[in-house]
């Protein structure tokens, strides 16, 4: 059975500082990986997602994730956090075998102070 | 597009009571999930909706809760009693056939049990 663990619950940051949230997943086949963030009293969000490919996935608004198999990591990080970035991260993973069943994490609470 | 919309945004109630909530995914898309999201976890699937059949509600109580989906379109969850530890933020969230591995999320309901 697959299973996703976020290793750190609160991640405290200041502004324009390098974060990296953690993410280790389990599972027996091919996989595919998210992470969402949920802004308070809203729902989850895609950040960005690894399907295929480049191993390297980039959102919009400057964060990077790295899929490494032998691992089975799937780190998010950010080179330079704002303020506006204080919400809940959640990594999730889905079994590439059908289906539509996604697994998440229990999310990082990043909070950036000024 | 319109979004997920969830209704209501917030409810309380006491331990016994019925509660119910309401989901109108993006116009269009078939897939359809219930979450259940307990302070300081991350969501967990309840249900999940192919059109007007259930694909998989292998982690739904079903002594207590129900959930339909019968014109395949919007969909509702109650819960019947309820208790305490039913307390949560339920999310709805949809997936359409031109974006298959993304999930969009309603805003949730919060329900508080007392």
């Known amino acids: 059975a697959q299973s996703v663990t976020q290793l750190d619950s609160q991640v405290p940051v200041f502004e324009e500082a390098p974060v990296e949230l953690r993410c280790n997943y389990s599972?027996?086949?091919?996989?595919?990986l998210f992470w969402y963030v949920q802004y308070p009293n809203q729902g989850l969000q895609l950040l960005l997602k690894?399907?295929?490919?480049?191993?390297l996935v980039e959102s919009i608004n400057g964060f990077e994730a790295e899929f490494n198999k032998s691992q089975t990591s799937f780190h998010l990080r950010k080179p330079s956090v704002h303020i506006s970035d204080t919400a809940e991260y959640f990594c999730?993973?889905?079994?590439?075998?059908?289906?539509?069943?996604?697994?998440f994490g229990a999310g990082t609470r990043l909070f950036v102070k000024a | 597009e319109a979004g997920v919309a969830q209704s209501p945004r917030y409810k309380i109630i006491e331990k016994r009571q019925s509660v119910a909530f309401w989901c109108n995914p993006i116009?269009?898309?078939?897939?359809l999930y219930w979450y259940q999201q307990i302070l300081g976890q991350g969501p967990k699937l309840l249900i999940q909706?192919?059109?007007?059949?259930?694909?998989?509600d292998s982690q739904l109580p079903k002594d207590r809760f129900s959930a339909e989906r019968l014109k395949g379109v919007d969909s509702t969850l109650k819960i019947q009693p309820a208790k305490l530890e039913d307390s949560a933020v339920y999310l709805c969230a949809s997936i359409g056939q031109e974006r298959p591995n993304e999930q969009f999320f309603g805003p949730g309901t919060r329900l508080t049990v007392l």
């Open positions: 599972s027996s086949v091919s996989v595919y």
């Open positions: 690894y399907l295929s490919g480049s191993t």
């Open positions: 999730a993973v889905r079994e590439n075998t059908g289906g539509f069943k996604t697994i």
């Open positions: 116009s269009g898309h078939a897939t």
């Open positions: 909706f192919q059109n007007n059949g259930v694909v998989d």
